[in-house]
């Protein structure tokens, strides 16, 4: 049984050619800037099929389209509420 993301592989897409102008997040994992000074995390790529990942994914759709000055992928939240997501997503 599959699921389709509306949207992800153009954010995928702003994603690579953002992260081939950056410095190279590692074989896995992608580069998202994060907060009000936009602090860059890494964070693996089995996030994005993850419902609460997806959930911040169409945030950054909605608040910047899928081309962001930034040149990255861009998470419209706090860093506090990132990491609280993030540390859930590690648990499982």
């Known amino acids: ?24 997040a590692p074989k896995g994992y992608l580069a998202v800037y994060v907060g009000e000074k936009m602090k860059r995390f890494m964070i693996p790529v089995s996030y994005l099929k993850e419902s609460s990942f997806q959930d911040l994914l169409s945030q950054a759709e909605e608040e910047y389209g899928y081309e962001h000055p930034m040149g990255g992928l861009t998470i419209p939240c706090s860093e506090d509420v990132f990491q609280h997501i993030s540390a859930c997503l590690n648990r499982q």
């Not at 954010?11 to 953002?18: C, G, K, P, R």
């Open 1 to 24: 049984m599959g699921f389709r993301l509306p949207g992800i592989k153009k954010i995928l897409f702003a994603a690579n050619q953002a992260s081939s102008k950056a410095v190279d």
